[in-house]
């Protein structure tokens, strides 16, 4: 029962988006300090922001590209193991993604040089979690409809691939408006890992065909790496209360800089084509996590073939035991299975994102000369339009290469207290994904709301994808 | 600011018109996984010569496949194939014994071949489990199989076709139950 829950939970979690990270509401909304994380080169006008602890940034995205939730627990009378075989056995395939993240800010503070207004600094911590895994079909098929009636068919091992984190992440970034065109930043980051998870490069295959002195042939060819970080301490700690450690005390250890640890870096840059359009783009998680502690690896590589337990008389006639342990140890030998403690590199989930934005409407102030507190977003000018049209695009890297996303968005701003952005967003799973997000600035209190896929609203359980993102902040606008 | 109270009226609408069909999530516990293996067992064979010498073989073979947890707790049902080759001049009967750890005799298949030339392959195919099978317990507490070959052609005549024998092949194919 708990496995029948387990592959469950795995297809459920998993079952997520194209567009996991995508953060494209809050891309370029320069009303929000938190769009300072997707392009540390983004115009501010901030004088000093601080985000509420913990309450400043949370988001959270997840999603199925393979099945919605009516399709299997709808009450519909179907039986649930025909709809379990027709939508996901039948009805997904390798290239159907299992994903989800969330992330919340523990911290998050910017405030602009003293000496040289023309520079903005930003540093917090922010927890992180993100997990994607892609169907495991041939396994599925091996495990769901057998090798019987499939003979000749190569399963293909490289299905497992998945890969999961939770981590905190200490930043430190550096915005300067170097002209009134061009904006630039830079942000350094520190990883410091909870846990980790990945198995990416899994290759090989299983067969079964005909045999050439018996009736059937088995063949192996294996390739298959699991590594793990930050587990089992975990689960020993979680398993035996008894033994002195834990779990806060290890999560805490591993939140202050005891965990694994990774260097990142962000960068960005807006830059003014005329006075009403601009272009942004930045790159985001350039880095890398070095797992030394608490690592484990499983791996299974070798390959071998076997027609089953042969003897051949008169030479094999004295052996009338042992031949199943020789039989068995003969083929661990060639395909070893092994558990070892071996450190490891991971490369995080770099991120690309780019935008065209063209201004038009009434002009609502310039903050070039105005340090007053109530004046929101601009461009490098300080000229704030009452609208703004557009283009984004977002890509990440995936263990099965880079997924991309193009959105086109408007951005209407009524006087410089609230901002709304709207966004079309289409990728390889989704062409009717609508999104809105809204900043508002009560005086120096900021508070922003974003969501996405609105159209799934309408019936969840017929939605493969959700996610919001919220928070409140306190901002004193202008450059003095 | 009086706009400000209508964007959360817009996303306190949005939470109340968000709508989703009833689920019903136990469901899940109707979930069966069964899947259906297949793959070779045993390969033996035998010269004409050694049955010649002997007048008879019988060879003891391990196998620990059927009795493993893996298998044993999962098996629902199965068949297994047996072909026999046989291009010795002999005829030949095949007893195949299915022996638990104590070496007691759970169960055995009885085939007669004929003498080549022709070469005669026969296949045979004995099936475990629901709904018409033999009981799978047999198979489950199956430790070895005694494969014994009785000559009843004498121990002179020597097959006119080249390199003759006896040829045991055998593969098995079985419904597992992967989830319960």
């Not at chain 1, 300072?36 to 004088?47: A, E, Q, S, Y």
């Not at chain 1, 520079?119 to 079909?137: H, K, P, R, T």
């Not at chain 1, 909870?194 to 295959?205: E, Q």
Request: one cysteine or more.
């Amino acid at each position: 029962m708990r496995l029948r829950y387990f592959l469950l939970c795995i297809l459920m979690l998993g079952a997520t988006m194209s567009q996991s990270q995508n953060k494209q509401l809050l891309y370029d909304f320069n009303e929000v300090p938190q769009a300072l994380l997707l392009n540390p080169g983004m115009t501010t006008n901030f004088k000093w922001y601080t985000g509420v602890p913990v309450l400043s940034g949370v988001s959270f995205q997840a999603g199925n590209s393979g099945f919605v939730s009516n399709d299997l627990f709808a009450n519909d009378g179907i039986d649930f193991n025909t709809k379990f075989r027709d939508k996901i056995i039948n009805g997904m395939d390798y290239k159907d993604e299992l994903s989800g993240t969330y992330q919340i800010e523990l911290i998050n503070v910017g405030y602009r040089s003293k000496k040289n207004d023309r520079v903005f600094y930003s540093f917090g911590a922010y927890n992180e979690g993100d997990a994607i895994g892609y169907y495991f079909q041939d396994y599925a098929l091996l495990a769901y409809v057998g090798n019987t009636n499939e003979l000749n068919k190569k399963y293909d091992l490289s299905h497992l691939k998945t890969r999961g984190e939770i981590l905190n992440v200490y930043h430190f970034g550096i915005n300067k408006q170097v002209s009134n065109q061009l904006s630039v930043g830079f942000r350094g980051k520190v990883y410091s890992s909870f846990l980790n998870f990945n198995s990416t490069n899994n290759k090989g295959y299983f067969v079964t065909t005909e045999g050439d002195r018996n009736l059937l042939n088995a063949t192996l060819d294996a390739d298959i790496e699991i590594r793990t970080s930050g587990v089992f301490e975990l689960k020993d700690a979680i398993d035996d209360q008894s033994n002195g450690s834990s779990v806060p005390g290890i999560l805490t250890k591993r939140a202050l800089f005891g965990g694994n640890l990774g260097l990142g870096l962000d960068l960005g840059f807006t830059y003014n084509l005329d006075d009403r359009t601009v272009l942004t783009a930045s790159v985001l998680d350039v880095g890398f996590i070095y797992h030394s502690k608490d690592v484990r690896t499983y791996s299974l590589k070798g390959s071998a073939s076997t027609e089953g337990l042969e003897v051949i008389l008169p030479e094999d006639i004295i052996n009338g035991t042992g031949q199943w342990r020789t039989f068995v140890d003969d083929l661990k030998a060639l395909v070893p299975y092994e558990v070892e403690s071996k450190n490891f590199v991971t490369f995080r989930s770099t991120k690309l994102y780019a935008s065209l934005r063209r201004d038009f409407g009434k002009q609502i102030g310039s903050l070039k000369d105005c340090y007053c507190t109530s004046s929101v977003g601009g461009n490098s000018n300080g000229s704030i339009f009452k609208n703004s049209y557009g283009a984004q695009l977002y890509a990440i890297n995936r263990p099965r290469g880079p997924q991309v996303a193009l959105t086109a968005f408007y951005q209407h701003r009524l006087g410089n207290f609230m901002s709304l952005k709207s966004t079309y967003t289409i990728d390889k799973y989704s062409f009717a994904n609508l999104g809105l997000g809204a900043s508002i600035q009560a005086g120096p209190v900021n508070m922003y709301l974003m969501t996405d896929n609105l159209i799934g609203y309408t019936n969840l359980a017929n939605s493969k994808y959700a996610s919001f993102q919220f928070g409140i902040n306190i901002i004193s606008w202008g450059k003095n | 600011m009086k706009n400000s109270p209508n964007l959360f009226y817009f996303f306190w609408l949005l939470t109340i018109l968000a709508c989703s069909d009833a689920q019903n999530f136990d469901q899940a516990k109707d979930l069966e996984v069964i899947t259906e293996a297949t793959g070779p067992m045993v390969y033996l064979e035998t010269t004409e010569d050694l049955i010649n010498t002997t007048g008879g073989v019988s060879q003891n073979i391990d196998f620990n496949g059927f009795n493993v947890d893996l298998f044993a707790d999962r098996v629902i049902s199965g068949s297994i194939i047996f072909q026999l080759e046989n291009s010795t001049s002999k005829q030949l009967d095949i007893r195949i014994d299915f022996l638990d750890e104590g070496g007691n005799t759970l169960d055995f298949e009885l085939f007669s071949l004929n003498p080549a030339p022709p070469t005669v392959i026969s296949d045979y195919e004995v099936f475990y489990g629901p709904p018409s099978g033999k009981s799978i317990d047999i198979l489950k507490n199956t430790s070895s199989f005694q494969i014994s070959i009785l000559n009843n052609s004498g121990n002179t005549s020597v097959s006119s076709l080249p390199d003759p024998k006896l040829i045991f092949r055998s593969s098995a194919s079985f419904k597992l139950r992967v989830l319960e």
